[in-house]
Every structure is written in C-alpha cells, then in structure tokens.
C-alpha cells in the first residue's frame, strides 16, 4: 500500500548581515510568502528499487531524473547538472540517516517550487530544509554538509516570522520577532536580473573581505536597529550606513551608485552583492515609483506586502 507525504518549506530574504553572517554577526531574515513543496509517494517493495524525481516551476516542468536505490546511480533525466547536484544532496542526506533510500522500496518524489529559479528565495535551501524533514534529520546539519553557508535560509524555511540569526561558536541561533515595519508601504523589493551563485560569492568573500570584530559587531548593531525604526528617515539611515561598511569590507561599489544614482530613496543589496533582489524605499507615488525602475530596466518588483510572509 502506498502512502503520500507532503513538507512545505519558505523563501527567504536576507535583509542585513550579507557575508559576515558566515563569521558571527547577527543577522535580520523574513522568510518570503513563496516556497516550495515536496510530495513523496512510497511504492510497494520491489527487486529493483527507483526513484522518479520530478521537479516544477512555475513555468513548468523544471527537471526530472530516475535513480536507482541504494546506489543513487543515474538511470535517467532530462538535465544531467541538475541530477547530479540532487544526487549529491540525497547522498549527504542517506549518510546522515542510514535507512533513507536504503533501497527497501521505491518512491515517486515530486517538488513544486513556487516562485522563479532565478530570483535567489532559496530553492536549494528550501529542498534541503524538506528533505531533512523526510528523512527526520537536522536541517541545519544537512545544509553545512550538503551545501555550506551560514543556515539563515534553513531558519526562514521553518519559520513563519521573521528572525535574528546568528552563529555562535559555529552552531546556529535563531530569535523570532514580530516585525512589520510602520512604513512598509514604502518599502519594495526589485530584481536585477541576474541570480549569483551562493557558493561562488562566499568563495570570493573569503579570498578578498577584510574585517574584523569591529565590523561584525556593527553590523549586529545595525540589525537590532532596524526593527525599532519607527520612521522611514532612520530606517534609511540604517541602511545607508550597512552598505557602507560592507562596501568597505567588500571592496565594491554600493548598488545605489552603480545603478541607481540620481534616485531619491534608499537601495540596499540583499544577500549576495550582484544581480539577485535588492531592497528600494519610495518617496514619490507608486506609479511614478514603478515608472522609474522601468525606465532603469527593472520590472520585477514586489512590494513588502506582497512578497514577505505575514500571520
């Protein structure tokens, strides 16, 4: 008899502590209000064990691949990177929990991602947070071994509110909050247009950031701030002296004056400095807002109440 599970897991947003997150600074997180699914469908014993994976945007079918089990060994599938990358996860994920994929029966696993694999919200994050949860394994443990990085995106996949992060002595440390910025009406979140790559920013960061305590413990300053700001004006100032310590440590020109100069509100990067979202404040009415970003070749835009997940 066949039995169906279904994990659902958020996006996430990293609003302050982009790169010094990895070295202890306290950082600021939403989860987003898109996420992705996974449905798991087990199959009755069999000789020769499968999994059928198959994995969906909202565009479509995103990729599909069968393995064989225990071997994991690629039977099938319509994008070989892909299938790889996901094999090298469930391998992770069976060391950490022997009887996973061990083999004794087959399964249908299909993924739903909710938003663009482009945008950055976490698709990897999303399925390993989902994927430790079938196997009733750590999260955070999956993800440092499987993928690295500092495990803020794990938090926001578990959470429903918005949250400090933190790594202390290497193990993570998450405090919700009730946050919901007075002005948030004023606050949008724009996409640039092109999705860095978690690992290879981390890479670099590494190999050129320079900063010490000092900067970290500014940072976690700033982000214990930023959710007291009771005005639009000392929200923006928070901002504005993030992106200059990090444009400091970083080494790299702020976002606003590569590509936003000229424009009256504030522009910060989230995450990775590059091509993901970054956040925009707005002083002039909506349409005129949207009309600017336009004309600087950004369409995508959400407003916070569209893309941030509230209860």
């Not at 945007?57 to 994008?79: E, M």
């Amino acid at each position: 008899m066949s039995v169906t599970k279904t994990w659902y897991a958020h996006g996430k947003l990293l609003i302050t502590g982009e790169y010094l997150v990895l070295d202890g600074a306290r950082a600021l997180a939403v989860p987003v209000n898109r996420g992705q699914y996974l449905q798991v469908t087990s199959a009755s014993a069999e000789k020769n064990a499968r999994l059928h994976w198959k994995a969906t945007t909202p565009d479509g079918l995103w990729f599909q691949a069968t393995y064989r089990i225990p071997s994991l060994s690629i039977i099938n599938t319509s994008d070989r990177l892909l299938a790889e990358n996901l094999k090298k996860i469930l391998s992770v994920t069976r060391q950490m929990s022997p009887e996973f994929l061990n083999g004794k029966q087959g399964f249908k696993a299909e993924t739903r991602l909710e938003f663009d694999t482009e945008f950055g919200f976490g698709s990897s994050s999303t399925l390993v947070a989902n994927l430790a949860a079938w196997a009733e394994i750590d999260a955070f443990s999956l993800q440092r071994n499987a993928l690295g990085g500092s495990g803020y995106d794990v938090a926001c996949a578990n959470s429903e509110r918005p949250l400090f992060y933190q790594l202390v002595n290497g193990k993570p440390v998450t405090e919700t909050i009730d946050w919901a910025p007075p002005f948030n009406d004023r606050i949008y979140f724009v996409y640039l247009g092109q999705k860095q790559r978690s690992d290879e920013s981390i890479q670099q960061f590494k190999k050129q950031a320079v900063f010490g305590e000092n900067e970290i413990g500014k940072i976690a300053a700033i982000s214990r701030k930023i959710v007291k700001a009771e005005t639009l004006d000392q929200f923006e100032n928070l901002l504005r002296e993030h992106e200059a310590i990090m444009s400091a440590v970083l080494g790299k020109t702020a976002v606003k004056e590569r590509l936003f100069k000229g424009f009256t509100g504030m522009v910060k990067s989230l995450g990775a400095w590059g091509g993901d979202f970054v956040l925009v404040t707005r002083h002039e009415p909506e349409e005129s807002f949207r009309q600017q970003m336009a004309k600087r070749g950004f369409n995508t835009i959400f407003s916070w109440n569209e893309l941030v997940l509230s209860k």
